[in-house]
């Protein structure tokens, strides 16, 4: 049974959901005209902003953190969507230097022996790459949503990040059954390890499959108490705080891809 059978079902309200979406898309795309990225994981929600963006032409970067340690099928994701919306995904990879080095230093399994080097590793994988992604631009696009998880339970449409920049997450209402309903609606291309019960994918070594009940996010670093389970890409909402002029609710009901 494939993601779409599982989730894609119509919820109330997905039509002025998708309209916040778009509405919040198209003023910070405007706003921040050439100093925007979508900062994409090509997980489910990232697929979903990524085709608004496409859909409404929005002149809204895409970045990805090809951390080195993504799964072929990801890898193979991102070729698909460059071919499928004829746009070009920037990669952001690790410095060559400091992975050897730290490889060299505590093993290619260094993640599982201590949060602390499970940390270090997102943060020369990740963090690193994540800045130079963000270098130069003053807002960027997320796809989280405040039903992952706990520690993302009250993230705001809008916030300011901790170097100032517009942090932008449209998606943060969304249910998972509006991602997939907007994901079969519109055939957005997805990652296949979706069909295999991982909603939330990283990086290989640090991903697997959840059973049924489980929380989303309970397939990363599932050896982690979930207070930890965070690779530091979004620090917490305690900056957060509302720009006035982007819309702060859309009612529209003749959205992209509206629904029943
Ligand atoms: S998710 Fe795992 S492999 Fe990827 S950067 Fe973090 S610790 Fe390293």
Same mark, same amino acid.
């Given at each position: ?67 080195? &340690? =993504? ?5 193979? !994701? +991102?070729? $698909?969507?460059?071919?499928?919306? /004829? #746009?070009?995904? @920037? ?34 994988? &990740? =963090? ?5 992604? !963000? +270098?130069? $631009?003053?807002?960027?696009?997320? /796809? #989280?949503?405040? @039903? ?55 990086? @290989? ?56």
């Amino acid at each position: 049974m494939s993601a779409i059978d599982l989730y894609a079902r119509a919820t109330s309200g997905h039509a002025e959901r998708v309209a916040h979406a778009v509405a919040l898309l198209q003023s910070a795309a405007s706003e921040h005209a050439g100093r925007i990225v979508l900062a994409s994981s090509l997980g489910a929600e990232d697929m979903v902003l990524t085709d608004l963006i496409a859909r409404h032409r929005l002149p809204i970067a895409i970045g990805t953190l090809e951390t080195g &340690k =993504l799964h072929a099928q990801t890898l193979a !994701l +991102a070729q $698909r969507v460059e071919q499928h919306y /004829g #746009l070009t995904i @920037e990669l952001h990879r690790p410095q060559q230097e400091s992975v050897v080095h730290f490889v060299r230093q505590h093993g290619d399994d260094a993640m599982y022996r201590s949060i602390e080097l499970r940390k270090a590793c997102c943060a020369l994988r &990740k =963090l690193e790459p994540l800045q130079r992604m !963000l +270098a130069g $631009r003053t807002a960027w696009v997320t /796809g #989280l949503r405040r @039903e992952q998880s706990d520690a993302r339970g009250a993230v705001p449409f809008l916030e300011a990040d901790e170097h100032g920049r517009t942090k932008l997450s449209p998606l943060a209402d969304w249910s998972w059954n509006d991602v997939w309903h907007y994901i079969a609606t519109h055939q957005v291309p997805y990652n296949p390890l979706h069909d295999e019960f991982m909603p939330s994918i990283g990086c @290989e070594p640090c991903t697997r499959a959840i059973a049924v009940g489980e929380d989303f996010r309970s397939g990363r670093w599932w050896w982690e108490r979930d207070d930890a389970k965070e690779c530091g890409l979004h620090v917490g909402g305690a900056q957060a705080s509302a720009v006035s002029a982007l819309p702060r609710r859309a009612t529209t009901k003749n959205a992209q891809g509206a629904s029943a």
